[in-house]
């Protein structure tokens, strides 16, 4: 007979409150469950997200990061900062008498709020501001990175539950339907990279070079590069 044991401040994720548990069959069944709700959230990624999990497209990956990072963002509530002389000091270190001319408030929000370039720029005009935010984005990426990859990982599982027999890989594609694949991909990602600010993502001048490559390459070799 198993031996009865009280689980006591099993600590449910790195951001969340310690859970009570009554016991191992107790938590056993809160971990099926929520392994049913991953492969449910998995099947809808499924059904509903064009590509999903091999690929994406910018749109939806876009938007299920923001989602990611609303999640990040409630776990991770945003500091309030006292500028005093370029340097930003968190409120709650100082000291009540302390004279502050400027507070900030610095979350997720705030430093995802900037350009890829205008966050770069920071670097030149306020370093200590971007250290801080950067920090925030490393973190919040991370995080959504393997929110992404847990979904995934769901996704397949239910891929397998679906079709048991498809256990091959699938064929490689030849090389002219590959790069087709590709080109489609890099048209997507230079609409996302200008929407984000990217002043070297051209969109006309990617579309003169796609061109200039399918000619090339059907002259050459005589297989079309459909996309």
């Given at each position: 007979m198993a031996k009865k044991t009280t689980v006591a401040a099993v600590v449910a994720s790195t951001f969340s409150a310690p859970v009570e548990?009554?016991?191992y069959r107790d938590f056993g069944y809160s971990?099926?469950?929520k392994s049913d709700a991953v492969r449910a959230d998995g099947a809808w990624a499924l059904d509903n997200i064009k590509g999903f999990p091999d690929d994406i497209e910018s749109e939806a990956k876009s938007e299920l990061y923001e989602g990611f990072r609303q999640r990040y963002a409630e776990r991770n509530p945003e500091v309030e900062?006292?500028?005093i002389d370029g340097n930003y000091l968190p409120v709650s270190q100082l000291s009540p008498d302390a004279k502050v001319?400027?507070?900030?408030n610095i979350g997720v929000i705030h430093a995802f709020s900037y350009t890829q370039q205008a966050f770069g720029a920071l670097k030149e005009t306020d370093l200590q501001?971007?250290?801080l935010l950067k920090d925030?984005?490393?973190k919040a990426s991370k995080y959504c990175f393997n929110c992404l990859a847990d979904l995934k990982a769901a996704a397949r599982?239910?891929?397998k539950q679906r079709n048991p027999e498809s256990t091959t890989r699938a064929a490689t594609d030849a090389f002219n339907v590959a790069a087709a694949k590709m080109l489609s991909k890099m048209k997507e990602r230079v609409k996302s990279a200008a929407a984000r600010g990217d002043v070297s993502a051209d969109a006309k001048?990617?579309?003169a070079a796609i061109i200039a490559f399918k000619v090339k390459y059907e002259t050459a070799t005589g297989y079309t590069v459909a996309e």
């Open positions: 548990y009554k016991s971990v099926a469950g900062y006292a500028v001319m400027e507070r900030l501001k971007y250290e925030i984005r490393t599982k239910v891929q001048a990617l579309d």
